[in-house]
């Protein structure tokens, strides 16, 4: 499975209901979980606005790591 992993972390975004999820993997899992998430746990609509405002959160999992 060749590409690169992306990582989202909802402890980095202000949110009412403060969570520690991390997900990790492909760009589109990593995405339709991050949405599905925000939806279900944080009460955002799913819109495409929303999927265009965490695809463009998403970062390299190599870079997260390099950072921490």
Sequence with gaps: MAG???????RRFPA???CT???AG?????LDLAVLHATNVH????T???REQIRSL???ESAVAEAA
């Design 43 to 46: 009460g955002h609509a799913n």
């Design 48 to 50: 495409p606005d929303l």
């Design 58 to 60: 998403l970062q390299d």
């Design 16 to 18: 009412e209901k403060p």
């Design 4 to 10: 690169t992993r992306k990582v989202i972390d909802c």
């Design 26 to 30: 492909t760009e589109d899992e990593v």
């Design 21 to 23: 999820i991390t997900i």
